[in-house]
């Protein structure tokens, strides 16, 4: 089973394909070359990536509490 899921997994690595991250509006807004539009797209993205990263710190602590009481 472990040789199964290690072959599937393999798989889909190597099957990926390279593409845009960006929708093609956001992408020539960002190559017109004025530097606050840029910015303020990095900004969003990184709005959007903090809440995965606290959702998965307080998984992570309560995890972490939940093993040490226990222990």
């Given amino acids: 089973m472990k040789k199964l899921q290690f072959i599937l ?3 889909l690595c190597l099957s990926s394909v390279a593409n845009y991250s960006q ?3 956001c992408k020539a807004v ?18 959007l990536m903090i809440i995965p990263y606290i959702l998965v710190a307080i998984v992570a602590f309560i995890i972490f509490r939940y093993y040490k009481k226990n222990i």
């Avoid at 960002?30 to 709005?47: C, H, M, P, Q, R």
Wanted: proline share 0%.
């Fill in 30 to 47: 960002v190559e017109s070359g004025d530097s606050s539009y840029a910015k303020g797209l990095n900004d969003g993205i990184v709005t």
């Fill in 23 to 25: 929708c093609a509006m």
């Fill in 9 to 11: 997994f393999l798989a």
